[in-house]
């Protein structure tokens, strides 16, 4: 299985990837999703998104994708990552807009 960058110029074999993380890269004013590799001393970048809760997102989307198995996963956009994280909390709100209301039982 593969996980191609977000910029769409490097192509990585995820049977070699040992952890995804996150790590703040003040110098480009964004949040990068880092890889280690087990056979590299050094981390590469996946790709940067503009916030942490955008990182963590596309994290969890691609968490999701390997779980689907497919030959090749793309990193998500910066686009892509909004609109999920504005569905997902959607999904969390009543057919108003309010949030739900959880009524604890016994």
């Known amino acids: 299985m593969w996980i191609l960058s977000k910029q769409g110029k490097e192509l990585f074999n995820l049977n070699e990837i040992t952890n995804l993380y996150i790590v703040d890269a003040r110098e480009y004013r964004n949040v990068a999703v880092r890889a280690s590799f087990s056979h590299k001393p050094k981390d590469l970048n996946l790709g940067e998104y ?7 997102e596309a994290i969890r989307m691609i968490c999701l994708l390997i779980s689907r198995r497919p030959e090749v996963i793309e990193m998500p956009t910066d686009e892509s990552v909004e609109i999920s994280m504005r569905d997902r909390d959607t999904k969390a709100r009543s ?9 604890g039982g016994s």
């Open 50 to 56: 503009p916030s942490y809760e955008m990182a963590r």
């Open 95 to 103: 057919a108003t807009g309010k949030k739900t209301v959880r009524r």
